[in-house]
């Protein structure tokens, strides 16, 4: 059997807002200080071409001031490419960024609840394309159609709109899956109740693999003078459909390498290289 927190995490795993408030709240109690209303500008390389601090805008204020660091993690979802060239503009580190868009509803849960109802179903073998249902125990439904891989990616403050004609599909599959109105006989013919609905990019690469890994300093850096061993800039990206399901343990992963500790795990093959 599974262990109710696992399958609770894994739940979160498919509820980005719930899993980013519990983040918060668990941080917070650790000490961790978390900045919003702040734009990343630039790096500040030492004499060695290693980081030395970071360039920061108050949006609130518009002013900006120096963050010394030695040490930084880029995680910026589908943006980091775009944030590593605005950090480091003479960089040649090639992230193989690949669009991975996906359209999904948020719908009302006309089923009897408790604390244990948690589910995650796929439905892509039956459907022959990605369509998956998370039920979750607030007493909503989340489900996923398939990848888009021609969208455009917004800027880090915008929304992009979902395809309707997406969003209709979500819905028809719903109530040939969920038979809303129907308990449980049929196929249902009441439209279900949409709460919220929306677009989500997921950080993908060509080659389907993630990075999590620290950048060698001559990827970054400009490559005149000397270059330290250790840039002290380290990258957590690219786990296309399953970033938030893998995040926890990637986090871990990504403390280990930045506090010189052995990784729990082999993660050579997701290694920024220089070749």
């Known amino acids: 059997m599974w262990n109710c927190d696992i ?35 630039a790096a500040i390389p030492s004499k060695d071409n290693a980081l030395e601090g970071l360039e920061c ?26 944030l590593v060239k605005t950090l480091f503009p003479a960089s040649t580190l090639d992230l ?21 109802s948690l589910a995650v179903v796929f439905f892509d073998e039956i459907v022959h394309e990605k369509l998956e249902f998370a039920g979750r125990n607030d007493g909503t439904v989340w489900v996923c159609g398939r990848r888009n891989y021609s969208a455009e990616l917004p ?32 196929e249902g013919t009441l439209h279900p109740s949409v709460l919220a609905q929306g677009r989500s990019f997921r950080p993908s690469t ?17 490559l005149e003078g000397t270059h330290s061993n250790s840039s002290g800039v380290f990258i957590c990206y690219g786990h296309g459909s399953y970033g938030i399901t893998l995040g926890i343990g ?26």
């Open 7 to 41: 399958a609770r995490l894994l739940i979160l795993g498919r509820n980005p807002r719930g899993i980013a408030e519990w983040l918060e709240r668990e941080c917070g109690q650790m000490g961790v200080e978390i900045r919003t209303a702040t734009t990343a500008v």
């Open 57 to 82: 805008l108050s949006v609130e204020t518009g002013e900006t001031y120096v963050l010394l660091c030695r040490k930084l993690v880029l995680a910026a979802g589908p943006w980091t490419p775009a």
């Open 96 to 116: 193989q960024p690949s669009i991975n868009a996906g359209d999904w509803v948020v719908m009302e849960n006309k089923n009897i609840l408790d604390s244990r």
């Open 155 to 186: 800027s880090p403050n915008e929304v992009d709109e979902p395809d309707e004609s997406v969003i209709s599909g979500l819905l028809t599959y719903s109530r040939r899956f969920l038979n809303f109105g129907q308990d449980g006989k049929g």
């Open 206 to 222: 060509v080659s389907g693999l993630p990075f999590i890994s620290e950048i060698p300093s001559r990827l970054l850096f400009s």
């Open 250 to 275: 990637s986090g871990k992963l990504i403390a280990q390498l930045v506090q010189n500790e052995k990784t729990d795990i082999d993660i050579s093959k997701f290694k920024v290289t220089l070749d």
